[in-house]
């Protein structure tokens, strides 16, 4: 059975920074493309940003140049580095992943929540 669980959500002043960590666990062939994705009270589901096992990657315009996304394949993780902090970023943030197990699947973790306030 494939999880992802993920880490690190929190309260931050804007203009702060966090890092949202997500690990998968479980008979994991391969894993494909690796994101995360954020919901706002009253609004959908929005990708922020997507890796693919080359590291090549993608941002939402909002995000871009302040938000990295990076993958440690040998530890089955992907990272969100949240730089410059805005109250827009207030969200759940869920970690998505398409993994061969061995079957190829899309998995969700559980959301972290990300809060922007002073």
């Known amino acids: 059975q494939v999880r992802l669980v993920e880490s690190g959500g929190g309260l931050v002043q804007p203009g702060g920074s966090l890092r949202l960590s997500c690990a998968a666990s479980?008979?994991?062939?391969?894993?494909?493309?690796m994101g995360w994705y954020r919901q706002a009270p009253g609004k959908q589901r929005e990708l922020v940003a997507t890796i693919l096992g080359d590291g090549s990657t993608d941002y939402v315009d909002s995000v871009k140049d302040r938000f990295t996304i990076s993958r440690d394949n040998a530890r089955k993780t992907v990272y969100l580095k949240m730089n410059s902090l805005k109250p827009d970023d207030t969200a759940v943030y869920y970690c998505h992943a398409r993994i061969a197990a061995p079957s190829i699947s899309d998995y969700w973790g559980q959301g972290t929540q990300v809060t922007v306030s002073s």
């Open positions: 479980g008979s994991i062939l391969s894993i494909y493309v």
